[in-house]
């Protein structure tokens, strides 16, 4: 991905709260999203679970970049992220924190240049800085007609 690349998905859906997410400009397999019960069947993960996922995998590959870019050859890595979603002051459940453990392959004395890398991996990371910084998020509803009914930004590029 670079600085031009636009990221573009598409969603629609498939249940009472059940989504296919289909990668726009890519040739991936659409995945199914959906919300746990009570409110959907549980056929996918759910928007948290994927936020988590995009962390833990971004943080993984910033890590293996890193340790690369050192002229290193690092095993397989073994991620593991969990959050537990409170209730803010309005009542709505949000994520106010994630713990992640990056397992190595190997004991620390075979990478080259380890604290260097360690100091920096994370800033190469875009998702997880990304949420760290916080992202802007403007939201357009549009009516069938693809009227602007709603929201405060502008639509995304049709499809």
């Known amino acids: 991905m670079s600085e031009t690349d636009t990221v573009r998905l598409l969603l629609e859906q498939q249940g009472p709260y059940a989504f296919k997410v289909t990668f726009a400009g890519t040739t991936l397999e659409p995945l199914l999203t959906d919300e746990p019960p009570p409110l959907g069947a549980g056929a996918g993960p759910n928007p948290s679970e994927l936020l988590l996922a995009g962390i833990a995998n971004c943080l993984s590959a910033s890590l293996l970049f ?87 930004g502008s639509p995304a590029t049709p499809s």
């Open 66 to 152: 890193a340790l690369r870019k050192f002229k290193n050859q690092p095993g397989p890595l073994r991620t593991e992220i969990s959050a537990t979603p409170e209730r803010n002051a309005e009542g709505r459940l949000r994520i106010p924190k994630a713990r992640v453990t990056l397992q190595l392959a190997d004991g620390q004395e075979a990478y080259q240049h380890l604290d260097r890398i360690l100091a920096q991996f994370e800033n190469f990371c875009v998702v997880t800085q990304s949420v760290r910084d916080g992202i802007d998020v403007e939201v357009t509803v549009l009516d069938a007609a693809g009227r602007v009914v709603g929201g405060d």
